[in-house]
């Protein structure tokens, strides 16, 4: 579904884009795994046609130098560039507090860092695409970036719904629809996919609580992301534009 696409995956190495990078290589792609980190290990069980085809990049979604140099680089280094994924989520050490407790200075910072990195990608993103006959831009928000938080199922636990990914998740999907319609014309999609929760560990009376409130399967993996944004990144979603595909197992529903 991908032959002869390349694609840049920011945040690759993570949670959901681990699962993008190698379904993407699975089904023909040159990836390029863009972060901060040294995401090396969690691909060391690949087959050796798609290790041939997986490439890695460091990249600041939050500086603009460092955005530019890798798109420049990967142009460089694997030709045209098909489309960019949006999947990294940077925040500060105090990310993670409760409303109440949560400052000033770091709900500016985790807003800026995640949603002013996003808006980052995308200029230069779409900036590089301009120039070269059109391409896929497809962001990440959230089920939480659609309705607002069912905190109940927080209850007596140490997890929280951070009021600072409340917001920049939000604004994400407008930001994407934004740019679908400025770029009228351009051959330049973009689109955002809205994830529900996903497998990390959680605490087991929130699993429950979370799990009652979907209709089949209840919490995601990883993979179940992945399917989506592979149909998201291929030819047979061609006519989709500026659209938010929640996959959720019906939570928002």
Do not use: W
Request: aromatic residues 8%.
């Amino acid at each position: 579904m991908l032959d002869n696409k390349t694609i840049i995956v920011v945040g690759g190495g993570g949670l959901i884009g681990k699962e993008i990078t190698r379904t993407s290589l699975e089904h023909g792609a040159t990836v390029v795994v863009a972060s901060r980190s040294d995401p090396h290990l969690v691909f060391e069980d690949l087959s050796k046609d798609d290790l041939s085809r997986l490439h890695y990049s460091f990249v600041d979604i939050t500086n603009e130098q460092s955005v530019v140099d890798l798109i420049d680089s990967v142009a460089s280094r694997c030709g045209k560039i098909s489309a960019i994924v949006n999947c990294a989520y940077p925040r500060n050490a105090n990310y993670g507090a409760k409303f109440e407790d949560v400052t000033y200075q770091d709900f500016c910072e985790n807003v800026n860092l995640h949603l002013g990195g996003t808006f980052l990608t995308c200029q230069k993103a779409t900036a590089y695409f301009e120039q070269n006959g059109g391409g896929n831009i497809i962001n990440f928000s959230s089920i939480y970036g659609v309705m607002a938080p069912r905190f109940e199922l927080y209850d007596d636990t140490p997890m929280t719904k951070e009021v600072e990914y409340i917001v920049s998740k939000s604004a994400i999907i407008h930001l994407t629809k934004y740019l679908a319609k400025y770029l009228s014309g351009k051959n330049i999609r973009v689109n955002c996919i809205s994830p529900g929760g996903v497998l990390d560990g959680q605490v087991e009376i929130f699993l429950e609580r979370y799990n009652a409130n979907c209709l089949n399967k209840g919490m995601l993996d990883g993979e179940d992301i992945a399917a989506t944004t592979l149909f998201m990144l291929s030819d047979m979603s061609r006519h989709i534009n500026g659209q938010n595909i929640v996959v959720d197992d019906g939570f928002t529903l």
